[in-house]
């Protein structure tokens, strides 16, 4: 008896939604209305206004200059941003992020991580007196 093989529709992505609104609806939103939707954090910094070079930031990405660097690890990612990439200062070095939808609300500084993962080699010659018997090669 032969099996049937049936073919697999490919699996669908859901469009991200944030609290019941698409990334489009959000970016069409003005900042009076986007208030109630954001966390609590985040509102109180729209509410007591952003600094000289987050406004600045803003303008940047509304203007649509391609590659951005900023050094504000504490802006709060806006949906107008959703589809940009920008450079990250991480301390050391700029990491480029690409801003994806599930970003929405949260801040910059979070996915450029300042430290890395610390991947230890084997002991050295004079590090223990047990590595005298590690072949050195």
């Known amino acids: 008896m032969a099996k049937k093989t ?8 859901e469009e991200f939604t944030y609290r019941g609104h698409t990334i489009a609806d959000l970016q069409q939103m003005a900042l ?8 609590a954090r985040a509102r109180r910094k729209f509410n007591r206004g952003l600094s ?3 406004e600045k930031l803003l303008t940047d990405i509304r203007s649509g200059e391609a590659p951005l660097r900023t050094h504000l690890r504490d802006m709060v990612i806006m ?5 940009k990439t920008i450079e990250i200062h991480n301390g050391k070095e700029f990491q480029k992020v690409e801003i ?3 970003a ?3 801040y910059l ?8 993962k610390v ?19």
């Open 104 to 106: 929405v609300f949260h």
């Open 32 to 39: 009076s209305e986007l208030l109630p939707l954001m966390p």
């Open 52 to 54: 000289r070079e987050q």
């Open 119 to 137: 991947s230890h080699g084997s002991a050295g010659i004079g590090a223990t007196r047990s590595s005298k018997y590690v072949p050195l090669k």
């Open 100 to 102: 994806q939808p599930e």
């Open 6 to 13: 049936q073919k697999r529709m490919p699996r669908r992505r």
């Open 79 to 83: 949906p107008e941003m959703v589809g």
């Open 109 to 116: 500084g979070e996915f450029a991580l300042t430290r890395k």
